[in-house]
């Protein structure tokens, strides 16, 4: 079980500071499939990269099962069994798909089993698994190779930074059948997305919408949410999101 | 077996991956001495009588096969320089394996220049492979000069790797080569640098030939206090194209002066370079460590990615 109390993140830059999350309180509990949205803006990356530890808050205590781990860095994180999935995966010169996947999984991953990975990815493995993690890769390939590593680190927690953002309208529609299979396979493990999209909000235990103060505006699950905020920022069908 | 000394062997190790006599034709130099020579029916090497050194020599149409030429120096203040020559007939398809591994536990210098010149016959491949290294804790430097020269003939292609990756002091590394029609490179080269060590390589590509091409990348890491100077061009003289790479990383104190450069003296000949130079990038740290690495570990495994 996650907490967020009090939590609150304050950006600074040339412009002086911004309040970018203010005085948060959320419970993310155990085999719960959470979907944050909100307006661009709302700060739903931040509060994904306080989770993973990328950002500390300003003020505030992060609790992961009643421990606090707010001054814990990004790697004591991973290895208390948070994952995270980067909005804009990172490219690697040199790093082979298969290097990332032994990376993350912490052993002499097999050939055939970083190959099972990717099919869960819905990537022919054959193809991919000796690819560099370079340029060479498109927007949904590289997406789909991010939320590879974060499967085979079998992560109790797993983030995933807008798994929309910055691939094509295709390549995302065949992505939902992997979170809908995430979904149903959710057994001892809690998966926190950050999304706009309307399919991946109708299939979670719960939504939070922040508003562009910062702040939780709403909270409950996808039957009570969605009528309210479908046709807003926070809530868009697949044409829609072309827009943004 | 081979009469070397446990310290050369490791350094064989290094810098070819043998752990003795190698199959096919060789040559194995400790000290200053060939210690280990072969020929085949196909590939006949010799010793040179005015300079220090060997001719290899490869007959038309040997298929293949390979040849190994490491270099191993346990002796401090040993400085040598040898002149190989390799002449590859036509429609051949060779691996030759060089490489030098120094360790100095002296006070004085050692040092291993190589000249390796190689007239690749026609429709002839050859993969050159290359490893330079350098181990000890002495005072003395450790010191590598390479001068490569190749001399392509119509229709053949040659794939260099150069790797110098750990313990060597100072090196100066000198590559030229002159293509003949329809002739291919590509090389690649990695050097890693570290302390306050000095390398410098200098590249030179002469497309001479109608339809030859040339790929010519360096990616090289300076750490600490090292300094590294690249300076690769290429000139096409005929209706060619050729590209040259310089990719750097640098770290702590580390610099590194990239000179790409082109020479086009034919309207037909198409020429690019590319360089960068730039420190390891946040978000490939922070990808890593969220899947568990510490940061020094993420920084290993980026390094290591980059040069391999």
Known sequence: MLELRNVSFEANDEMGTTEILRDINLTIGDRKFVVITGPNGGGKSTMAKLIAGIKKPTSGSILYDGEDITELGITERAEKGIGFAFQQPVRFKGIQVIDLLRIASGEELSVAKACEYLSEVGLCARDYINREVNASLSGGELKRIEIATVMARKPRMSVFDEPEAGIDLWSFQNLISVFEKMRAEIRDSSIVIISHQERILSIADEIVVLDRGGTIAKQGDAKTIIPDIIGTEAAVDSCERLKY | ?308
């Open chain 2, 1 to 308: 077996m081979l009469k070397m000394d446990d310290i050369q062997k490791r350094l064989l190790e290094e810098v070819a991956d043998l752990h003795d006599v190698p199959v096919g034709a060789y040559n194995l130099r400790a000290n200053g001495k060939s210690v280990g020579r072969n020929s085949t029916d196909e590939i006949v090497i010799t010793p040179k009588e005015d300079v220090s050194g060997i001719d290899i020599r490869i007959k038309d149409g040997t298929k293949n096969q390979s040849v190994h030429i490491p270099v191993v120096l346990s002796e401090s203040g040993l400085r040598e320089t040898v002149y190989n020559d390799f002449y590859i007939g036509e429609d051949c398809d060779v691996l030759i394996v060089a490489g030098c591994g120094i360790d100095n536990c002296g006070v004085q210098d050692s040092e291993h220049d190589g000249v390796h010149r190689f007239f690749v016959g026609k429709n002839s491949r050859m993969k050159y492979v290359e490893k330079h290294y350098g181990s000890g804790d002495g005072r003395g430097k450790r010191i590598l000069n390479p001068v490569t020269e190749v001399y392509m003939e119509e229709g053949s292609s040659v794939e260099m790797e150069m790797v110098q990756i750990k313990g060597v002091d100072s090196t100066k590394r000198t590559t030229k080569a002159v293509l003949g029609e329809n002739a291919h490179m590509a090389v690649r080269e990695r050097l890693m640098t570290h302390g306050e060590q000095t390398a410098g390589s200098v590249y030179e590509v002469v497309l001479d030939g109608d339809g030859s091409s040339a790929d010519v990348v360096s990616r090289g890491v300076a750490r600490e206090r090292s300094y590294q100077k690249l300076d690769l061009k290429i000139v096409g003289n005929a209706a060619c194209s050729g590209h040259t790479e310089c990719d750097s990383i640098i770290m702590d104190e580390g610099r590194i002066l990239a000179v790409p450069s082109l020479e086009a003296n034919n309207v037909e000949a198409a020429l690019i370079h590319e360089a960068a130079i730039g420190k390891i990038a946040g978000d490939q740290l922070i990808k890593l460590m969220t899947l568990g690495l510490t940061e020094a570990e993420a920084e290993e495994q980026i390094i290591n990615g980059f040069l391999k």
